[in-house]
């Protein structure tokens, strides 16, 4: 049976130095290929952007009056409504 050669500390290290770097890499690659594509600026319509704006006049209200401590709770009672959820979504995310 052959002699197994022993591997010294600096070989060790070089090779744990190596297998970190590729590591390192690795997960950059994977990073930056999995970021998400850019929205492309789409058409808000005058009754969403007319809704959004009467929910920052009501937020900054809230806001002037005491902080964040309260809860505000946003309705809308006309049936034919255009449905702004995307947009309303879009307004919360930037907003915080």
Same mark, same amino acid.
């Given at each position: 049976m052959p002699k197994l050669r022993r591997m010294g500390r600096q070989?060790?290290? @070089?090779?744990? @130095?190596?297998?970190?770097?590729?590591?390192?890499?690795?997960?950059?690659?994977?990073?930056?290929?999995? @970021?998400?594509?850019?929205?492309?600026?789409?058409?808000?319509?005058?009754?969403?952007?007319?809704?959004?704006? /009467?929910?920052?006049?009501?937020l900054d209200k809230a806001r002037q009056q005491g902080g964040n401590?309260?809860?505000? @709770?946003?309705?809308?009672?006309?049936?034919?409504?255009?449905?702004?959820? /995307?947009?309303?979504? /879009?307004?919360?995310?930037? /907003?915080?």
């Amino acid at each position: 049976m052959p002699k197994l050669r022993r591997m010294g500390r600096q070989t060790w290290g @070089a090779a744990w @130095a190596v297998l970190c770097v590729a590591g390192l890499a690795g997960t950059a690659g994977l990073k930056a290929s999995s @970021a998400p594509d850019p929205q492309p600026n789409s058409h808000v319509s005058a009754e969403c952007r007319e809704l959004i704006a /009467d929910i920052e006049r009501q937020l900054d209200k809230a806001r002037q009056q005491g902080g964040n401590d309260g809860l505000l @709770a946003f309705s809308r009672q006309q049936p034919n409504a255009e449905d702004c959820s /995307d947009e309303l979504r /879009d307004f919360f995310r930037k /907003d915080r």
